[in-house]
């Protein structure tokens, strides 16, 4: 079984803090993906990579940067977090013909 | 860009078939279609993805249209646990999925309701 494991489920924060959103899958495929799921608005993608130190913004990067050091591992970062941030943080990975995708980390900014 | 256009939500009985629609008139040649669900408090799972012929798997069948413009994604018998937001989506950018760079844009999908 193909995993994905995202650091934290639930996740608080105060305004201006640098938060780190961390994802580990176990199955050495190259595409890592970040997204963010909010009421009405579905998934929206934040990031992607493709591979170890390459990277590539989605459709709302703005407010994020995110970290691939390793194969296995890709970091979503809020420099500074802002309410506007309080969100479901998905990470995915696409393997072939499928994507799997982490538990999420509900972050809410205070 | 990869816009699909689904129900916003859909009721079924249990036990009874489900046919829940998507357009995607803009789909180029290449793109696969793609059906995801998400199970609440879960994320995203595959359920299924096809070409151009229709598909069957253990979850679900994908009838797509002959021009391609939309596709139907059959729940045979719906449970109640099948009630989830089911996603209909393709490769951003034109990009096969089965591309190096593909990624996957995901709408807001519909909500299916399944009652006992």
């Known amino acids: 079984d193909v995993k994905v494991t995202q650091s934290s489920r639930y996740l608080v924060k105060r305004t201006g803090e640098k938060v780190f959103l961390e994802c580990v899958q176990d199955m050495d495929h190259e595409n890592m993906f970040w997204y963010r799921q909010d009421p009405g608005l579905g998934l929206r993608l934040i990031y992607f990579s493709y591979d170890v130190k390459m990277k590539e913004k989605g459709d709302i990067p703005e407010g994020y940067s995110v970290s691939r050091e390793k194969k296995e591992r890709f970091s979503l970062i809020l420099e500074s977090a802002s309410t506007n941030q309080t969100s479901m943080y998905l990470c995915?990975?696409?393997?072939?013909?499928?994507?799997?995708f982490g538990q999420g980390t509900r972050l809410t900014v205070v | 860009d990869a816009k699909t256009t689904q129900p916003n939500s859909m009721e079924s009985n249990e036990e009874e078939p489900v046919h829940l629609p998507c357009n995607h008139s803009t789909i180029s040649g290449t793109d696969y279609i793609h059906w995801y669900r998400q199970l609440p408090s879960q994320g995203p799972e595959y359920v299924i993805h096809g070409l151009t012929s229709n598909v069957n798997n253990r979850m679900a069948s994908l009838a797509i249209a002959e021009d391609r413009k939309s596709s139907t994604l059959i729940l045979h018998r719906a449970t109640l646990r099948d009630a989830a937001v089911y996603y209909c989506?393709?490769?951003?950018?034109?990009?096969?999925?089965?591309?190096?760079?593909?990624?996957?844009?995901f709408g807001k999908g519909t909500k299916l309701s399944v009652k006992p």
């Open positions: 989506i393709r490769p951003a950018r034109g990009l096969n999925y089965g591309g190096s760079q593909g990624n996957l844009i």
């Open positions: 995915a990975i696409r393997a072939d013909t499928e994507a799997f």
